[in-house]
T-cell receptor, first 116, second 114 residues
Framework: DTEVTQTPKHLVMGMTNKKSLKCEQHMGHRAMYWYKQKAKKPPELMFVYSYEKLSINESVPSRFSPECPNSSLLNLHLHALQPEDSALYLC???????????????FGEGSRLTVL | KQEVTQIPAALSVPEGENLVLNCSFTDSAIYNLQWFRQDPGKGLTSLLLIQSSQREQTSGRLNASLDKSSGRSTLYIAASQPGDSATYLCAVIPVETSGSRLTFGEGTQLTVNP
């Protein structure tokens, strides 16, 4: 099973709403990631969790709040977003980068977010 | 700062043609290099991963090579098919990173015409 599952596939929200994106993997990976992708651009890293601890925050605005409840789940809580935050949000997982693992990343299908 | 460049940005070929996609990176101190495929509006699918100690990897009609010293990788697609139409992205992981902080190229948009 090399699947990363993201829900919802599509989300429309107003600037005052609070919503969450969810990601799940059952590959036993101990690193999970959130990426943001705008049209015709490569993905941009937002957050990295390694062994359920936040290890990288790429200076993401606080209106995006990540959470890693356990080694299989990753959430992205959204609050007071702006229209320019509309994008495809991708979750990925891998084994942590060390001598035993290649660090190969596996991505989910993404959640298409539209902020009105 | 690592920079990754993919050439060409777009490519259109007739079905059956063999083709090469190019990826170059500025810092040769990489942990590995990964090629992905992305269909419109979809997530990224991992195609091949080449570790820094390897020269190439093969999967079916795909062959990826790595020349770390010159900062180059190529993805060779044999006997292209319309189903190969997608955007192809290469990404590198620098040795110095504390996590899998991939640096992506801008991608090559491939169209294979029947």
């Amino acid at each position: 099973d090399t699947e990363v599952t993201q829900t919802p596939k599509h989300l429309v929200m107003g600037m005052t709403n609070k919503k969450s994106l969810k990601c799940e993997q059952h590959m036993g990976h101990r690193a999970m990631y959130w990426y943001k992708q705008k049209a015709k651009k490569p993905p941009e890293l937002m957050f990295v969790y390694s062994y359920e601890k936040l290890s990288i925050n790429e200076s993401v605005p606080s209106r995006f709040s990540p959470e890693c409840p356990n080694s299989s789940l990753l959430n992205l809580h959204l609050h007071a977003l702006q229209p320019e935050d509309s994008a495809l949000y991708l979750c990925a997982s891998s084994q942590p980068l060390d001598r035993r693992h290649t660090g190969e990343l596996f991505f989910g299908e993404g959640s298409r977010l539209t902020v009105l | 700062k690592q920079e990754v460049t993919q050439i060409p940005a777009a490519l259109s070929v007739p079905e059956g043609e063999n083709l090469v996609l190019n990826c170059s990176f500025t810092d040769s101190a990489i942990y590995n290099l990964q090629w992905f495929r992305q269909d419109p509006g979809k997530g990224l699918t991992s195609l091949l991963l080449i570790q820094s100690s390897q020269r190439e990897q093969t999967s079916g009609r795909l062959n990826a090579s790595l020349d770390k010293s010159s900062g180059r990788s190529t993805l060779y697609i044999a006997a292209s098919q319309p189903g190969d139409s997608a955007t192809y992205l290469c990404a590198v992981i620098p040795v110095e990173t504390s996590g899998s902080r991939l640096t992506f190229g801008e991608g090559t948009q491939l169209t294979v015409n029947p």
